[in-house]
């Protein structure tokens, strides 16, 4: 039962960009926010950026200026616009579809950022 599918992930170099999109499941009801959140090896699992069914979208500290997170509503995606790409960003980013039940995860996609 797969509900969210990410994409998009890679290896850039320093400075670079990559557009990640997860698509979710018609299935989902309920959806009031989508979600992402990146884990490195061996650190917790870090908020990056939400962005809530009206349209507020809020950023982590450490990605604020450089990503961008939207939505394509027609299409059931979310997207994270990754810009100014650094070493640090290197992690296995997720997305979540928010309900007021539970957060529906999807299996991650990797991020790998070179120097």
């Known amino acids: 039962q797969v509900q969210l599918v990410e994409s998009g992930g890679g290896l850039v170099q320093a400075g670079g960009s990559l557009r990640l999109s997860c698509t979710t499941s018609?299935?989902?009801?309920?959806?009031?926010?989508m979600v992402w959140y990146r884990q490195a090896p061996g650190k917790q699992r870090e908020f990056v950026a939400v962005?809530?069914?009206?349209?507020?979208?809020n950023y982590g500290d450490s990605v604020k200026g450089r990503f961008t997170i939207s939505r394509d509503n027609a299409k059931n995606t979310a997207y994270l616009q990754m810009n100014t790409l650094k070493p640090e960003d290197t992690a296995v980013y997720s997305c979540?579809?928010?309900?007021?039940?539970?957060?529906?995860w999807g299996q991650g996609t990797q991020v790998t950022v070179s120097s």
């Open positions: 018609r299935s989902i009801a309920g959806i009031d926010a």
């Open positions: 979540a579809a928010r309900t007021q039940v539970t957060l529906y």
């Open positions: 962005i809530t069914r009206g349209g507020a979208t």
